[in-house]
Nanobody, 114 residues
Framework: QVQLVESGGGLVQAGGSLRLSCAASIRTFSSYPMAWYRQAPGKEREFVARISNSGSTLLYANSVKGRFTISRDNAKNMVYLQMNSLKPEDTAVYYC???????WGQGTQVTVSS
């Protein structure tokens, strides 16, 4: 059974930083691209960032480009999202996703105060 467990969310002031982590219990973790999505209250879930299975190719939403960095550690079955220069509009539940099979974690709340 595949499990994705996100952690690292919390309350931070605007301009601050957080690092989200996602632990994936999937045997073939290194075979899959991984992604982060987020969902703000009353809004649809939106794409944030994606990383190829090797980690060599990165893709970001325009709204986070230059502020967020996605990375992964295939030896540890982990994917990360470093979030800097946070803004109130970054407030959302952040979800980890296995691209392809479509597995999702339970999400971690990020709240940015102004």
């Amino acid at each position: 059974q595949v499990q994705l467990v996100e952690s690292g969310g919390g309350l931070v002031q605007a301009g601050g930083s957080l690092r989200l982590s996602c632990a994936a219990s999937i045997r073939t973790f290194s075979s899959y691209p991984m992604a982060w999505y987020r969902q703000a209250p009353g809004k649809e879930r939106e794409f944030v960032a994606r990383i190829s299975n090797s980690g060599s190719t990165l893709l970001y939403a325009n709204s986070v480009k230059g502020r967020f960095t996605i990375s992964r550690d295939n030896a540890k079955n982990m994917v990360y999202l470093q979030m800097n220069s946070l803004k109130p509009e970054d407030t959302a539940v952040y979800y980890c996703n296995v691209v392809g099979p479509g597995y999702w974690g339970q999400g971690t709340q990020v709240t940015v105060s102004s």
